[in-house]
């Protein structure tokens, strides 16, 4: 089992910036896919962006290219989650999720584990 827990969350104006931290309770850090997810009130859960276990290939939602990044630091066990040029449309609870797939995935059911989440508002 791994346990996930989300950090950096908060109240931040439009266009500024915020970086998410998601530490993982596993001594095999380096072996699974990582992501986020958002979740806004009334909406379903949407991907965000993802990041192989081997060589950090990453993918992005349309909606926040250019301006989120994920990365990961294996020796610490964490991903994070650097968010710029913040919108209103970006307030949501994001969610850190692992899959031990040495590849990523845009689908919530394919990750196993999660963490509880750490809300993000953007005010205009």
């Known amino acids: 089992q791994v346990q996930l827990v989300e950090s950096g969350g908060g109240l931040v104006q439009a266009g500024g910036s915020l970086r998410l931290s998601c530490a993982a309770s596993?001594?095999?850090?380096?072996?699974?896919?990582m992501a986020w997810f958002r979740q806004a009130p009334g909406k379903e859960r949407e991907f965000v962006a993802t990041?192989?276990?081997?060589?950090?290939?990453?993918y992005y939602a349309d909606s926040v290219k250019g301006r989120f990044a994920i990365s990961r630091d294996n020796a610490k066990n964490t991903v994070y989650l650097q968010m710029n040029s913040l919108k209103p449309d970006d307030t949501a609870v994001y969610y850190c999720?692992?899959?031990?797939?040495?590849?990523?995935?845009?689908?919530?059911?394919?990750?196993?584990?999660w963490g509880q989440g750490t809300q993000v508002t953007v005010s205009s």
């Open positions: 990041i192989s276990r081997s060589r950090g290939i990453t």
């Open positions: 596993t001594r095999t850090f380096s072996n699974y896919a």
């Open positions: 999720a692992a899959r031990y797939y040495s590849g990523g995935s845009i689908l919530p059911s394919d990750y196993a584990y």
